[in-house]
């Protein structure tokens, strides 16, 4: 079965500094890696997909991820943070079970913006 | 606009109450999911299913129960044998098809105990 793991569940930066929120997956076969953003008290918005069509994806707001096969990892990055990305954000891969498929996620990232 | 509306926004439960959520999307998407969200937790997956009057249990079902009689609908029964139900409910969808199509999100619905 696939997994998920996010290094570190609250992550701090200043505005305008770098964001790197970190996810490494497990897989059996090439994985399908989401990153979802969430507000407080509202539901989970995609932020980006990799599909395998390129290693380098880029998403909304700003916010790219980079996949890295030798690392099992698909880092989620910004150059330079804002007020408004402070947020929960969950990394998922795409598994199959039983024929389904399903996300498996990260237990999340909460991520605060200092001014 | 297209999507997925969750209803009510909050909920309360008495003891020994059964509470329905609702979960409506005109996305036309075929599979839809239900999570449970507590804080810490991530998302827990409760009930999918991935064509009308077809459903399956996910990982924590116990002391819930789905019905699918419509594609665009998907209600969530929270039952009186779920003991500890307060949390953030997520209703998903997602278009069939290959592994690379994501899952859309409702706003959730946010389930107290009185």
């Known amino acids: 079965a696939q997994s998920v793991t996010q290094l570190g569940s609250h992550v701090s930066v200043s505005e305008g500094a770098l964001v790197l929120l970190r996810c490494n997956y497990s897989s059996s076969v090439p994985p399908y890696l989401f990153w979802y953003v969430q507000y407080p008290n509202q539901g989970l918005q995609l932020l980006l997909k990799?599909?395998?069509?390129?290693?380098l994806v880029k998403g909304i707001n700003g916010f790219e991820a980079e996949f890295k096969k030798s690392e099992t990892s698909f880092h989620l990055t910004k150059p330079s943070a804002h007020m408004s990305d402070a947020a929960e954000y969950f990394c998922a891969v795409s598994d199959r079970v039983q024929g389904a498929q399903k996300l498996v996620f990260g237990q999340g990232t909460r991520l605060t913006i200092n001014p | 606009d297209g999507g997925i509306t969750q209803s009510p926004k909050y909920l309360f439960r008495k003891e020994g109450q059964n509470v329905t959520l609702s979960c409506e999307q005109n996305l036309n998407h075929d599979a839809m999911y239900w999570y449970r969200q507590d804080p810490g937790q991530g998302l827990r997956l409760i009930y999918y299913s991935q064509i009308v009057n077809d459903f399956q249990k996910g990982d924590i079902a116990e002391g819930y129960s789905v019905s699918r009689e419509k594609k665009e609908s998907f209600p969530l029964t929270v039952t009186s044998a779920q003991k500890n139900p307060t949390a953030f409910y997520l209703c998903?969808?997602?278009?069939?098809?290959?592994?690379?199509?994501?899952?859309?999100f409702g706003d959730g619905t946010r389930l107290s105990i009185l």
């Open positions: 990799y599909t395998s069509a390129a290693t």
């Open positions: 998903a969808s997602r278009l069939g098809g290959g592994a690379n199509q994501p899952q859309h």
